[in-house]
């Protein structure tokens, strides 16, 4: 095992480590609520010559998007970070590195979006990109925080992955908390990341186009070029994160399960509010019920395989959404069921939403979540319809 | 697992200081979670920060605390805005920053066990300055026992450099001068 | 505020709010340290107090003299600053 300090650190501090440890060249973003932590430390970082990185202050997120895909073109190892209606702002360049398979890296610190204006946390800003072609993965805590976007690097500069990744901390919730947290030494991590090699480096001497005009003609095959690229990822996501596991001891997996042996009752999270959902989870198990907890880690490409192997004894999946998705429920459930659909046997999925704008959820919400799930399927096998529903909400 | 609650003003210090503990804490090898209550940040109005500390287990509740063992109280003026030492444990502890006797303290908060300590008086005289965040640090160490007084020493050393020396008398002198009952 | 007790069916359209200056209904006075006092034997009654309050909680009375409505002073203490005549003096808040 590699060696290793226990530190406190705060979410946001913790991200900004591993972009130093990552020796990133080019930070490019704009503050925002919750993320702003995380730029105040690396421009920090950056004057105090501990990180050897350019840092362009942009005027917008827009903007930063943009700055991040010219300086990947260039051959750069690039940073930026958003949060909420900056991810949403910088929605329109999200789409160019991953269709043009720049491996930029982003952090967000997941917030609502507005109105009414809310800086705290849900996964709406989450939701709105998951069509974007960017590896997209879920911290739930601060030590996890800084993991996944050590590995993220590695992951999106794979010469077999070329594609960008993000890693969603819940705003606030990580970005904000000061936990204990395992950080490795520097030279524990050196060689981990390898050098960047950008096949197609801009470069004088051998002249590129990029981001080219496509007609009808060619647009479809660029697209199933992109999709097949991008799905066969989860070999190497695994590899890098068993990689890291065997440097620092501490194992990722697209989908995470947690007292699921034998469990009939699966409850499905993502994100921070998880690890108060093993508490719930705990606490029903000490009153004898099967019910177990699994954690959508990989979020882009959708791990279907280890999803669906995760559920295959599970009676009933219980889904927690903290986004809305107007008129269509809560947006990790339909995913959820639209992955179960062609399965022989498959659990019950009742959905519901909570957590939204920063809506605390406490052990209680989940074990509520969990006993009324159970009614709803007995309404169900009565042929009656159910809808999603939000939990907490003042009437 | 210890959960406290330290209720402040903004620009009081309040966050810092559940900070500096939870560092204290986890050089001490314990498991420390601070949390500030999210949000904007107003100058001088009530907000809560958030502390918890476990010997042994990782801490993995992540929500405000509602109901703390511990409510350390920055600014006495704001023992009447909202009812926060109701919000108490049964057998919770409020400490606070007061001129008033201990006695008299005693007979008007409906709690337990209270602490009491002038923490302005202490900071006006080894700071020079009304801020009583470090030097609450010491009602809160004597009172608890969260973390020992040595401990708090190198992270208020790394947070304030230069000052760091005063904020540690400050904080020594509240231990000394802490009152329990 | 009262709004932590709203249900979702309480909210106006686009949760507008119909109320004008209803920020004013926020107790914001127990934030303040510091209260103005006055003493008006000095005050020309030049209202420079009530232009530069960034919270509008200046009132002119009957006879002409201003007062700062405490629900809401946060204790800024930009009115003593901007005073010409010296007349408002910022008291600190003691313990009860």
């Avoid at chain 1, 973003?29 to 421009?43: D, K």
């Avoid at chain 1, 901390?169 to 960047?196: K, N």
């Avoid at chain 2, 926060?84 to 919770?92: N, P, Y």
Wanted: hydrophobic share 40%.
């Amino acid at each position: 095992m590699k060696k290793e300090k226990v530190v406190g650190l705060e979410g946001s501090f913790a991200v900004a480590e591993a972009v130093r440890l990552a020796n990133t060249d080019v930070i490019a973003a704009y503050p925002i609520t919750p993320q702003t932590h995380i730029v105040e430390r690396l421009s920090e970082m950056v004057a105090e010559g501990e990180l050897d990185a350019e840092f362009i202050c942009v005027e917008s997120e827009h903007t930063a998007m943009s700055a991040c895909v010219g300086a990947s073109a260039a051959g750069a190892r690039v940073f930026t970070c958003t949060a909420g209606q900056g991810l949403e702002l910088m929605h329109e360049v999200l789409y160019i590195p991953s269709s043009m398979r720049l491996p930029v890296v982003a952090v967000i610190a997941n917030r609502a979006l507005s109105a009414p204006l809310s800086v705290w946390c849900d996964h709406s800003d989450m939701m709105a990109v998951r069509d974007i072609g960017w590896i997209q993965m879920l911290a739930e805590n601060n030590q996890q925080a800084f993991d996944l976007t050590l590995c993220a690097y590695r992951i999106a500069e794979d010469s077999d992955v070329l594609f960008p990744a993000m890693v969603h901390i819940d705003g606030f919730y990580l970005s904000h908390v000061i936990e204990d947290m395992s950080l490795p030494e520097d030279e524990e991590v050196a060689g981990f990341i390898p050098e960047y090699e950008y096949p197609f480096t801009l470069d004088p001497d051998k002249p590129v186009s990029m981001g080219c005009y496509a007609p009808p003609f060619i647009y479809p095959e660029a697209k199933k070029a992109q999709e097949v690229a991008f799905e066969s990822t989860i070999p190497q996501i695994l590899e890098t994160w068993k990689a890291f596991g065997d440097r620092f001891g501490r194992y990722y997996a697209p989908v995470e399960k947690y007292r699921m042996e034998n469990a009939k009752i699966a409850l499905l999270t993502m994100g921070s509010c998880s690890e108060t959902a093993m508490l719930a989870i705990d606490e029903l198990r000490a009153k004898g019920e099967d019910v177990g907890l699994i954690r959508l880690r990989l979020w882009r490409p959708f791990p279907f395989k280890e999803f669906r192997e995760a559920v295959k004894d599970v009676e009933v999946l219980v889904v927690l959404d903290r986004c809305v998705s107007f008129g269509m429920g809560g947006p990790v459930c339909s995913e959820v069921k639209s992955a179960l659909y062609d399965q022989q046997k498959k659990p019950h999925v009742v959905g519901f939403i909570g957590g939204l704008g920063g809506r605390d959820i406490l052990i209680e919400g989940f074990e509520y979540m969990i006993r009324s799930a159970l009614e709803k399927v007995k309404a169900i096998e009565r042929g009656e319809e159910i809808e999603t529903e939000m939990i907490g909400v003042r009437e | 697992m210890i959960e406290i609650c330290i209720y402040g003003r903004g620009g009081q210090g309040g966050v810092t200081l559940a900070e500096l503990v939870a560092h204290a804490a986890i050089l001490e090898g314990k498991h420390a979670q601070s949390m500030p209550s999210f949000g904007p940040e107003r100058r001088g109005a009530p907000v809560f920060a958030f502390l918890r500390v476990d010997e042994t287990e990782r801490i993995k509740v992540r929500a405000e605390i509602k109901e703390p063992d511990v409510l350390l109280v920055l600014d006495p003026g704001l023992l009447g805005v909202g009812d926060v030492v109701s919000r108490l444990k049964k057998d919770g502890m409020t400490i606070v920053n007061t001129i008033k006797s201990h006695d008299e303290m005693k007979s008007k908060i409906e709690a337990n066990k209270i602490a009491t300590v002038d923490a302005m008086g202490i900071a006006r005289a080894v700071l020079g300055l009304p801020i009583v965040n470090t030097t609450m640090i010491g009602a809160l160490v004597k009172a608890t026992g969260i973390v020992k007084l040595e401990s708090m020493e190198a992270p208020m050393e790394e947070r304030f450099g230069k000052v760091a020396a005063k904020n540690i008398a400050a904080m020594r002198k509240a231990y000394e001068e802490t009152v329990v009952s | 505020m009262g709004g932590e007790k709203l249900g979702w069916k309480d909210l106006e359209l686009g949760c507008v709010v119909t109320e004008p200056g209803s920020a004013g209904e926020y107790k914001t006075g127990d934030w303040r340290s510091e209260r103005p006092v006055r003493e008006n034997e000095k005050c020309i009654k030049c209202g420079i107090c009530y232009i530069y309050c960034p919270e509008a909680c200046i009132k002119e009375d009957e006879e002409g003299y201003f007062e700062a409505d405490l629900y809401y002073c946060k204790g800024c203490g930009i009115c003593a600053h901007e005073c010409p005549k010296g007349v408002i003096t910022m008291v600190e808040e003691v313990e009860e």
